[in-house]
């Protein structure tokens, strides 16, 4: 039997390498659609399935390569997103994207392959990524595709299958959520800050410094996903959040907690014993916090744990 990164003859095949070199964007362009990486490496390994079920005459024939990939990726995110909402409702409480680190911040250590690393920009800000599941899957698809890949409309129409002026419509529609939601940008340096102040306040059990530091409409929104204590409901109002986060500190006291950056912003990271528990992401408005995310599930946590 031939081994699929050797040709017939047992040589190393020539076209391996490019075709792998395409598994990056891949994963990229997977997590951002599907908000997990475990899904987004589970869409990579069908559509590299995919692509060697055919015989060498029928991969001779595809004159991009990369382009056919990123099609049947973008094809089996469609068909998942499609069928996510009826997963998402039977999830225990809230659901959240999964939480990514910052290349050598892995608490083990561990830096990942780089063929599987996310590359952390404004795409996969955990705001952003909550405001992408407000939308149709199409929307979601051909929004990413044209504004964050730059596809042209022609070929988000191969992939999601409508016109491209659908498509353009679609992407348009998008956008408009986007802005909606956007916050006012600011610099790392300043989010950080409110985030450390957030972290000290917590730490020091200061329920006026907490409450200082939290917007009066602020939300937290937690995920245990049922495997896990959390929050089934968002947690609105900063006294509210406060008195919330000073019973966590008082039920963990063995806790701790690191400055980190969660996918590409300041944030933090809860341990106990060694073993990451919590991932929390933020939105900061002006000098105050607006949203945090708290990841909880222990399956969305993997990328923080060691192997």
Not at 12 to 35: C, F, H, K, T, V
Not at 132 to 150: G, K, N, W
Not at 154 to 174: D, F, H, K, M, Y
Not at 273 to 296: E, Q, Y
Request: hydrophobic share 40%; aromatic share 6%.
């Amino acid at each position: 039997m031939t081994d699929r990164g050797e040709t017939g003859h047992g040589q190393p095949d020539p076209d391996l390498s490019a075709i792998m070199s395409e598994r990056r964007q891949l994963i990229n362009l997977a997590y951002r659609l599907l908000g997990s990486l475990s899904d987004a490496e589970d869409v990579v390994q069908e559509t590299y399935a995919r692509w060697y079920s055919m015989d060498q005459q029928q991969r001779d024939a595809i004159a991009s390569p990369g382009g056919w990939l990123t099609t049947v990726a973008g094809r089996i995110c469609l068909n998942l997103l499609g069928s996510a909402r009826a997963r998402r409702e039977r999830y225990v409480g809230e659901w959240i994207p999964e939480p990514l680190p910052e290349r050598g911040e892995r608490p083990d250590g561990v830096t990942a392959d780089p063929a599987d690393r996310i590359t952390l920009d404004e795409s996969v800000d955990m705001a952003f990524l909550v405001v992408l599941e407000s939308m149709t899957p199409a929307q979601r698809v051909a929004f990413i595709l044209h504004d964050v890949f730059r596809y042209s409309f022609a070929e988000v129409a191969e992939i999601v299958g409508r016109t491209p002026a659908a498509c353009r419509q679609l992407a348009t529609s998008a956008r408009r959520r986007i802005r909606a939601a956007q916050a006012p940008a600011q610099p790392t340096t300043a989010q950080a800050g409110i985030v450390r102040d957030f972290k000290r306040a917590w730490e020091a059990k200061d329920v006026n410094a907490l409450i200082g530091v939290l917007d009066p409409d602020a939300t937290v929104i937690a995920d245990g996903g049922g495997l896990v204590g959390a929050a089934l409901q968002p947690i609105t109002g900063r006294e509210r959040i406060a008195h919330a986060y000073l019973n966590v500190a008082r039920i963990a006291p063995d806790m701790t907690l690191l400055e980190r950056t969660v996918n590409g912003r300041p944030g933090l990271v809860a341990q106990q014993h060694g073993i990451t528990v919590t991932g929390l992401a933020f939105r900061i408005a002006g000098d105050r916090i607006t949203h945090i995310w708290g990841v909880r599930n222990p399956e969305k946590l993997r990328p923080w744990t060691a192997d």
